[in-house]
């Protein structure tokens, strides 16, 4: 992941710049990440979904608006997450299967 690194939304627990792509923590098991304004979702092959970067209205899903910036993958609620999508304007969206 690569970007200007304010409210670290590049995962890497910093604030770094970084003009090329660097690996975010050790797995390999991402299956699918999205970036919205300020703030990057991905969801891991196990179906488990992470948030970083800025979280000042809530954009990451955990409930809570505080703290306002997380520079580290951390693990929203829930399971089985299938698909996801953020935005420019501090939205995020993901699916589960539908089990109806």
Do not use: C, F
């Not at 995962?11 to 300020?38: L, M």
């Not at 970067?53 to 997380?70: A, F, H, I, V, W």
């Amino acid at each position: 992941m690569w970007s200007k690194g304010d409210k670290g939304v590049t995962g890497h627990n910093d604030q770094v710049w970084r003009s090329s792509p660097t690996q975010v923590g050790t797995g390999n098991d991402w299956k699918s990440i999205t970036i919205g304004d300020n703030h990057t979702i991905g969801v891991k092959t196990n179906g488990t979904m992470w948030g970083w970067g800025n979280n000042q209205g809530g954009e990451l899903g955990l409930g809570s608006k505080t703290p306002d910036n997380y520079s580290s993958p951390t693990q929203i609620p829930g399971t089985d997450w299938s698909s996801i999508s953020a935005t420019a304007n501090s939205t995020s969206i993901a699916t589960q299967p539908y089990n109806g």
